[in-house]
C-alpha cells in the first residue's frame, strides 16, 4: 500500500501544480494579477505591493511534497489498523451472488391447463369475450 499511496499521490501533487501554473499564467495574461496588486496597494494603501511568483510556487511545491509524505503515512497507517481490526474482529465476509438470467416459470395445473404462476386469476381475453357472449 506503500507504493500505491505514493505513486497516487505524487500523481495528485503533480496535476495540482501543473494546473495551478497554468491557471496563474492565464490570470497573469489576462491581467487578473495586476488588477489584484493594485487592489491590494489601494486597500492597504501600499506604495508598492507585487507577488513573488517563484517564491509562491517554490513554497508551494515543498508544501505538496510534505502533503504527498504525510497522505502516505496516513494510509499505511490506516491500512494497518483496519487489517488488525479485521484480523481481530474476524472481518466482513461479502458474498456475491450471480443471478440467472433466465427466468423460470412455475406452472400451476388447473384441470388439464397449464397456467404460469404471473397467470394465475388472469382470464385470456378470448375466455371473457366467451362468457359474455353465452351470457348475453
Sequence with gaps: MLK???VFYLCVWGMAIIASQTLW???ETAGVIEKVEKFVEELFALETFAFDTDKIFRLYMLAGLVLVIGGTALTVVLVVLFNLISDLM???RFTMIEEE???RRRRLRIGEDAVPSDKVGRRRRSDAETERRDDG
Aim: charged fraction near 10%.
Design 4 to 6: 500505491v499511496g505514493l
Design 90 to 92: 474476524g472481518g466482513i
Design 101 to 103: 438470467t433466465a427466468v
Design 25 to 27: 499564467r492565464t490570470a
